[in-house]
């Protein structure tokens, strides 16, 4: 069995989805599990109607459903020639589900509210892409990924409950390729022990895909993509990008960490576990080789990565009472934040200072300082670009950091690290 990812950009419009089941296609006698995330921008329209929801913004609310049922049934009428399919009056009750938000209490929490409404975009491509593939004579199922896929109780960024989910692929998803050779589901969602949906953090979709390739000991795992592969850096940023043939898990994972955004980093450690190799590939070129990504380091050093990180803001701690930074006061520190749920982009401290770098978005600014302001002295500067340098060199080095002030640096014998600010 094989395991496909498609993302948002794969399923944005109806010729999109064509081209889907043509990739599909391309692999015959084959035994398929396809996870799918929602449809374009889907995710961030969802974000917005539950952030509506919560601020009690109902015309926006309503609007911003009205135009997002638009596009998805517009898509259905691209695709479904039958009029009369379930796949119409299914979207509609998805769309009910989404619109009676408005009808309850607000009694629990907003990463309740949130999950529950997010993860609908999934459900909704998913059963919009397998009522095509079975128009198409594809044998095609739709498997609910909240029934298989359980996590702990908190809501976002949930994390896997292995045993139970392992055990639900065994009995529940693998016979089902007895009668069907695609089995289709959401990403991104799950289920807790109340049986109320959670999420797996933004972009978790390809986690997912790690997380079935595991449970069903799948033979590999291919994500498609809008790039030909993993590729040394962003597109965005430069023009000659090189392609990453083949790559080991643990760079895989380091250059997802420091943010690179072609894979989660969450989903290599489940296929390294098992020894189940990667595939990131191009939906616009299916037949053309992308990048490996498997146990094999041989090739790792060749070509410097780069990753830019923008909109980074910087934080000196420093303690009140002028004592040092040593362990009393880290683990006072890392209390604090692990509380706010934030993620340490680089650290780096001195005798009196702690300096730590985060997205600024990911950060609440008043929450911080006043929790943190508590005991300690806190400055900070933002606008900041964190730039990363895998298997660097001098001149790599030069080239990324000209016209650009310096402000904290730190170098390892394979990756260098670069906050700076334009001048
Ligand atoms: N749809 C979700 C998101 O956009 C999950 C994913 O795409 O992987 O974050
Ligand atoms: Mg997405």
Known sequence: MKVFKFGGASVKNADAIKNVARIISLYPNEKIGVVISAMGKTTNALEQIASDFLASNWNSFEERIHLLEAFHLEIIDCLIKEKNNAIFSEVETIFTIIKELK??????????????????????????????????????????????????????????????????????????????????????????????????????????????????????????????????????????????DNISFREAIELSYYGASVIHPKTIKPLQNK????????????????????????????????????????????????????????????????????????????????????????????????IMGESFIIKYNDGLQLITIRHYDQATIDELTANKEVILQQLTRETARFLVKMK
């Open 103 to 244: 009808n309850c209490q607000q009694s629990k929490s907003r990463a309740y509210y949130y999950s529950k409404t997010v993860a609908q975009g999934e459900v909704l491509s998913t059963k919009i892409i397998n009522a095509f593939l079975i128009q198409e004579n594809f044998k095609s199922k739709w498997i609910d990924a909240g029934q298989i896929i359980k996590t702990e109780n908190k809501y976002l960024e949930a994390n896997i409950d292995w045993l139970v989910t392992e055990n639900h692929f065994l009995d529940k998803f693998i016979p089902e390729f007895r009668r069907n050779d695609i089995l289709i589901t959401q990403g991104f969602m799950g289920r807790n022990q109340a049986n109320e949906l959670t999420t797996l953090g933004r972009e978790g979709s390809d986690f997912s895909a790690g997380i079935i390739a595991y449970c069903c000991n799948a033979e590999s795992v291919t994500i498609w993509k809008d790039v030909p592969g993993m590729l040394n850096a962003d597109p965005k940023w430069f023009e000659n990008t090189v392609k990453l």
């Open 275 to 370: 020894n189940i190799p990667l595939y990131v590939k191009s939906f616009v070129n299916p037949e053309k080789e992308g990048t490996t990504i498997h146990s094999c380091t041989s090739k790792d050093h060749l070509v410097p990565s780069f990753i830019f990180k923008e909109n980074q803001i910087l934080f000196s701690v420093s303690p009140k009472d002028f004592s040092f930074i040593e362990e009393e006061n880290l683990s006072d520190i890392f209390r604090k934040l692990s509380a706010m749920d934030v993620k340490i982009n680089v650290m780096q401290n001195s005798a009196l200072n702690l300096s730590i770098v985060f997205d600024k978005q990911r950060i609440k600014l008043p929450e911080f300082l006043e």
